[in-house]
């Protein structure tokens, strides 16, 4: 439990402990980060079987491919300040026969990431439900810290979201309350404050290419996504990043980037198995997917 606590349970009281608001909390120059999702174990069985709603009876697939993110990450230097995961961290639905399993033997690779390296968890919607219960959201607490909490890290601040809350809370109505009262409060904190940057996490994107798209399974509902859009944007929210999608994709609402990342694990495109490089200077937020392949030959590119 010592070792769950100090790699997996570090968002506690809605605070990320991994990092001190009072150490961080003025701009101390470049940095980067890498995000990941999904690396959902036992989908690419379910998937090859046409049983998506299944939880997958195999994932050596998916440990094989977290495995080579971990190594990839662990090679990198100057070391990145932390490995954010956007969801959908095993394929099994909360119920599932196999969802512990996957849970046990995911932690199991990514306890080898260098201790210097935080790992950031993001619930997705395998995690804790499509309809998430405070039961189910309470047992994805007890595995991986926090369901939505906030950080800094030199001047820039970060969001987490649970985006199930936007998707179906029908089951949950007053821990959906909660968020967004808390939510609100973090965004008037980021506003005042006028941080180097604001930055949110989230596994559902609020949209895949244009903010009017019409509503789909991988997208937040139109209505709602319009009001966090300009929400957003008004907190001077400068990118959202997310999963889900198990492609690459994204686009701009006025000046906030929207950042899908395609798959650690089952790509439902054309795209590599990967993750994304996120670099943060003064001015801007640059970031470049890297297949796992690349990253691990070749590391990042210097021009980024």
């Known amino acids: 439990m010592c070792e769950d606590r100090e790699v997996f349970l570090r968002a506690q009281g809605r605070i990320f402990t991994a990092f001190r608001e009072d150490e961080e909390s003025q701009w101390k120059g470049p940095f980067y980060f890498i995000q990941g999702a999904d690396p959902q174990f036992g989908l690419m069985k379910s998937w090859e079987i046409g049983e998506c709603d299944y939880g997958g009876d195999e994932w050596e697939k998916e440990i094989r491919l977290t495995e080579e993110a971990v190594q990839a990450i662990n090679k990198l230097s100057p070391k990145p300040k932390f490995f954010v995961l956007c969801g959908d961290l095993v394929h099994s ?25 935080p790992l950031v968890f993001v619930s997705g919607n395998h995690d804790i439900g499509n309809a998430p219960t405070p ?70 994107p609020l949209f895949l290419q244009n903010p009017d798209e019409d509503n789909n399974y991988f997208n937040v509902e139109k209505n709602l996504r319009q009001e966090l859009l300009e929400m957003f944007h008004k907190a001077g929210v400068k990118a959202v990043f997310s999963g889900h999608y198990h492609r690459n994709a994204g686009g701009l609402y006025k000046n906030l980037d929207m950042v899908v990342t395609s798959a650690i694990g089952c790509q439902l495109g054309d795209d590599q198995h990967g993750v994304r490089v996120v670099v943060v200077t003064e001015e801007k937020i640059i970031h470049r997917y890297y297949s796992l392949e690349e990253l691990n030959t070749k590391g990042i590119d210097q021009g980024l």
């Open 93 to 117: 639905m909360p119920g599932i026969e196999f969802k512990e399993d996957q849970e046990r033997d995911l932690k199991n690779v990514l306890q080898k990431t260098n201790q210097d390296i």
């Open 135 to 204: 039961e189910t959201i309470k047992s994805y607490c007890n595995n991986w810290g926090d369901d939505y909490f906030a950080f800094w890290v030199g001047g820039v601040v970060f969001l987490v979201l649970n985006s199930q809350f936007f998707f179906d809370s029908s089951a949950c109505a007053e821990l959906k309350e909660n968020h967004d009262r808390w939510l609100a409060a973090q965004l008037a904190v980021a506003e005042k404050r006028k941080c180097k940057h604001a930055i949110i996490f989230q596994h559902i």
